[in-house]
């Protein structure tokens, strides 16, 4: 077989985040963890929107201006913004200035109020979910949010603990996740 026709090399977060300034602590402290509280749930599916096209090294560089343009997304906060906020948003040079995203955010955080009226939290929504295999997971969320395609739901679900796929099980930090019985892992992997 020539080099041509060689698969091309993939390598795994847990093999390029450990001891990065950035990826590291990510990996080591908050990816694949199970999350219950509702404005780190959105704060993730924020995130995860707005790396769409872009890499998430540049996400995780502003994300500490993201936390500060949007509240520390707090979700009551965020649904409250206006048109004044939004032309804020814009104007943000710190964060990731692109309108369908900001006004995905706004309105996200709008639906996530009503899946409280409904389910009494967003964890809530996502457990009374829970588990179904990605496809499903993925129709889910473009019928209840904005700009949440099949890649943004499936991180969004591995970095929250819905999906498995996060570290490899050779990865000490896996071992440290599965001591949490994330909702991936209490379902016997039905979600996969």
């Known amino acids: 077989m020539s080099d041509a026709a060689a698969p091309p090399v993939v390598q795994a977060y847990c093999d390029i985040a450990p001891g990065h300034p950035w990826h590291g602590p990510y990996h080591d402290e908050e990816y694949g963890f199970p999350v219950a509280d509702d404005n780190v749930l959105f704060?993730?599916?924020?995130?995860?929107?707005?790396?769409?096209?872009?890499?998430?090294?540049?996400?995780?560089?502003?994300?500490?201006a993201f936390r500060a343009a949007f509240h520390d997304f707090d979700v009551d906060r965020v649904a409250a913004f206006?048109?004044?906020?939004r032309a804020r948003l814009l104007a943000d040079t710190g964060i990731i200035r692109n309108r369908l995203k900001i006004n995905a955010a706004i309105e996200?955080?709008?639906?996530?109020?009503?899946?409280?009226?409904?389910?009494g939290s967003f964890a809530g929504w996502l457990a009374d979910h829970h588990p179904r295999p990605k496809p499903d997971w993925v129709?889910?969320?473009?019928?209840?949010?904005l700009f949440t395609?099949?890649?943004?739901?499936?991180?969004?679900?591995?970095?929250?603990?819905?999906?498995?796929?996060?570290?490899?099980?050779?990865?000490?930090?896996?071992?440290?996740?599965?001591?949490?019985?994330?909702?991936?892992?209490?379902?016997?992997?039905?979600?996969?």
């Open 43 to 64: 704060e993730r599916l924020v995130l995860e929107i707005n790396q769409a096209g872009l890499s998430w090294l540049t996400v995780l560089k502003k994300r500490a």
């Open 82 to 85: 206006d048109e004044r906020d």
């Open 108 to 119: 996200n955080a709008r639906r996530i109020q009503r899946l409280r009226e409904t389910h």
């Open 139 to 145: 129709k889910l969320f473009r019928k209840t949010f």
């Open 149 to 192: 395609g099949g890649e943004i739901v499936g991180e969004f679900l591995m970095s929250t603990g819905f999906l498995p796929g996060t570290h490899k099980p050779t990865c000490p930090v896996y071992h440290r996740i599965a001591a949490l019985n994330p909702p991936w892992m209490a379902a016997d992997g039905a979600a996969k």
